[in-house]
């Protein structure tokens, strides 16, 4: 599960952590987080998942229904981002 935990201190300060997204693409989440609060990021820390690839599987699939149609079904999903 993809997840964000925000924490905003009394200081203004945005903490925000994910857990859940593997590899560089927790960063597309933090330039959301940026423009949503006006901020900046001004310190990084990674957490190990960020060090995991992430892998992209396309599978394609022919159905032939009960009246003889061929159905092609294709689907995209990245493995290690659930």
Known sequence: MKKIN???TKD?????VTSGLKG?????YMEVLEKLFD???EKSIYTPEFYEEQTLVRTQTTVTGNVGVEHNMQQEQVLGDK
């Open 39 to 41: 901020a900046r990021v």
């Open 12 to 16: 203004g300060v945005i903490e925000a």
């Open 24 to 28: 560089s693409s927790c960063l597309e």
């Open 6 to 8: 925000i924490l905003i």
